[in-house]
């Protein structure tokens, strides 16, 4: 095991002067991120909208945020009183607990410490809307037409989307022919060392496992680089509403954390399968001289 | 210091080789190495020199037969205890040989290094330097040294870890006249100072040099090999 240690060591204290390595590496970094940009803009991992059509609730007029002082009896009270109003079609009740669970995202001028209700207009949103803004029980009242119309999800055009993967396809595929390039090369150049260790009865297992781990590192580390990128952008969307509205799940740690290990997981593989397609190039220059062509 | 006759170092009996599709290669070969010999082996087309290299080295399994090695039949141990004994025992040098493209001294120092002959490791470096005549050269690339330079540290790299059997194949021959002489110089010191035994194969002698008083007379170190009748090459 120690030729092993010996063996991945030597090779990365190459990584100096391996252009190519460093290709990939940033070539990936930047396919990691091309996908993972995708995935953010994916609907199903984007939080609800409070109401909007693809929204937690739909067909619903005007969101009221209740009086944060209130108990749930005074609450309660106040639900089946705005349900025997003629104006009123439809009315829910969402808590403040919900919410946050859920992380819904509200119309601007609403607060997500605050149960809310959404109500469904019998006639005029609009004459409903100044009823509830004379009511005591209610702080803010929002309509859901304007939040639609304002701050509705931005999405990605379909197109965009294939040509992010395509293009993701193709930085991934460019890695794996890059790494492969760059194992074929270190074995060329290390005819010399491949043949002193043969011949020294190093095992050749362990040295062909030492250049596919090897193979691996460059783009662990380009995986590596490319969580720490949207980890540092979630960071600067946070404090910019309009990019933390638009791109919510820029700012949902979890989902983060998703992507993070799935970078370092595909990261390796695809170093890894570089690594295995160079391989016959290294066994090739490991049986030179074959002596046991001589016997077929 | 020479080391009188002593121990069987390489004892080759009655060994058959066949081919994958089993035609004779090699029938009833023998031939035999004791502890401290300097020998040739030689008179062989390049297929059946290289297959009993290939022998000696483990690369190839024979047919039948035994390969008594620094004591131990290698025909019988498994692979993992070939590739230890042949790390410990067994210097090779093969005729096409690759150096790494790193200086002299780096060189024997990876060798060193991916044995994890940590101790005394410089120790053994410069004793190989000194031995061989290339501690002039030590801070040349391999690409930088002279043909005979390049074969001297290819024989350095081979007895680093000092090993009780040196082999060499087809070295001599590729060097001009005092090339091969400064090679002989080389291995007669090694010969001489470490008592390594050492089987050198070359196609022919006579394209080797002769002549030198203080060198051995070829013809006189040339390995005996004893073949059976029923073989292709018989």
């Not at chain 1, 460093?22 to 409070?50: D, T």
């Amino acid at each position: 095991m120690k030729a092993f240690f010996f063996i991945l060591k030597e090779l990365l204290g190459q990584l100096r002067v391996k252009k190519a390595a460093f290709s990939s590496l940033a070539l990936l970094a930047a396919f990691v991120f091309l996908i993972s940009f995708y995935l953010l803009f994916l609907a199903r991992s984007q939080p609800a909208n409070l109401a909007t059509k693809e929204s937690f609730q739909k067909d619903v007029d005007i969101a009221l945020q209740i009086n944060p002082t209130f108990s749930d009896e005074e609450i309660n009270q106040v639900y089946l009183e705005y349900r025997r109003w003629e104006e009123v079609e439809n009315i829910n009740l969402i808590l403040a607990e919900e919410i946050e669970k859920r992380n819904l995202r509200l119309p601007g001028e609403l607060n997500a410490q605050s149960d809310i209700f959404l109500v469904k207009a019998k006639g005029s949103a609009q004459d409903l809307m100044k009823r509830f803004q004379a009511e005591g029980a209610v702080t803010k009242v929002a309509s859901l037409d304007k939040v639609i119309q304002e701050s509705g999800v931005f999405r990605l055009p379909g197109w965009i989307k294939s040509i992010s993967l395509i293009s993701a396809a193709l930085f991934a595929l460019a890695t794996v022919y890059l790494i492969q390039i760059t194992v074929k090369n270190i074995a060329e150049n290390w005819q010399g060392e491949l043949q002193v260790l043969r011949f020294s009865g190093v095992n050749g297992v362990l040295v062909k496992v030492a250049l596919v781990t090897y193979s691996g590192v460059p783009t662990t580390i380009g995986a590596a680089l490319a969580a720490l990128v949207l980890f540092l952008v979630s960071g600067w969307a946070t404090g910019l509403e309009e990019i933390s509205t638009s791109m919510p799940a820029l700012i949902n740690r979890s989902f983060l954390l998703m992507l993070t290990v799935w970078s370092l997981v595909l990261g390796p593989l695809l170093g890894l399968l570089g690594g295995i397609l160079g391989m016959d190039r290294i066994d090739e220059i490991w049986e030179t001289p074959s002596y046991k062509d001589l016997i077929e | 210091m020479v080391i009188s006759m002593a121990e069987r170092m390489v004892q080759v009996s009655e060994l058959d080789l066949f081919t994958t599709e089993d035609e004779p290669i090699l029938k009833k070969l023998s031939f035999s190495l004791d502890e401290g010999e300097l020998k040739l082996l030689t008179k062989l087309d390049k297929k059946r020199r290289k297959l009993i290299l290939g022998l000696l080295i483990g690369e190839i399994d024979p047919t039948a037969g035994q390969i008594l090695l620094v004591g131990r039949n290698v025909v019988r141990i498994g692979p993992e205890k070939k590739r230890l004994m042949l790390q410990e025992d067994v210097g090779f040098v093969p005729e096409d040989f690759s150096l790494p493209n790193r200086k002299v001294f780096d060189c024997l120092a990876f060798k060193a290094k991916a044995l994890d002959l940590s101790y005394e490791t410089e120790v053994k470096i410069n004793e190989t330097l000194e031995q061989l005549s290339l501690r002039t050269q030590v801070d040349y690339r391999t690409e930088d040294l002279t043909p005979t330079g390049r074969v001297k540290l290819a024989i350095g790299l081979a007895v680093l870890n000092r090993p009780k059997l040196l082999i060499c194949d087809h070295l001599l021959t590729g060097l001009e006249e005092d090339g091969r002489k400064k090679l002989l110089y080389a291995l007669k010191d090694l010969h001489q100072r470490r008592g390594l035994t050492i089987l050198l194969a070359e196609e022919g002698i006579g394209r080797i040099s002769e002549g030198e008083d203080d060198l051995p007379r070829l013809k006189d170190i040339e390995l005996e090999i004893k073949e059976g009748t029923d073989g292709r090459y018989s």
